[in-house]
Nanobody, 119 residues
């Protein structure tokens, strides 16, 4: 059974930093790509950052220069370093993993971790 376990969320003041972690387990397949999404209250889930197994990254414009996504393919882990946090970064952050499996739709989501940026 595939599981994605997230950690690292919490309450932080504006300008502060948090580091989110996500560990994937339960699959024999390697990983094509990882991503972090977030969902603010009353809004749709949006892509925050994406990284391929080769290390190519992509960020939504609002976090460029502040957030950094990284991964360890061997450990099947992905991190999101969030600096200079703003109140508008508040939301539930979800880890997403796309496995290199010959099975359609073989991708998974974490349970979500709350990030609250407030003074």
């Amino acid at each position: 059974q595939v599981q994605l376990v997230e950690s690292g969320g919490g309450l932080v003041q504006p300008g502060g930093s948090l580091r989110l972690s996500c560990a994937a387990s339960g699959s024999v397949f390697s990983i094509n790509a990882y991503a972090w999404y977030r969902q603010a209250p009353g809004k749709q889930r949006e892509l925050v950052a994406h990284i391929t197994n080769g290390g190519m990254t992509n960020y939504t414009d609002s976090v460029k220069g502040r957030f950094t996504i990284s991964r360890d393919n061997a450990q099947k882990m992905v991190w999101l370093q969030m600096n200079s946090l703003k109140p508008e970064d508040t939301g539930v952050y979800y880890c997403y993993v796309d496995f290199a499996a010959p099975i359609p739709g073989y991708d998974f989501w974490g349970q979500g971790t709350q990030v609250t940026v407030s003074s």
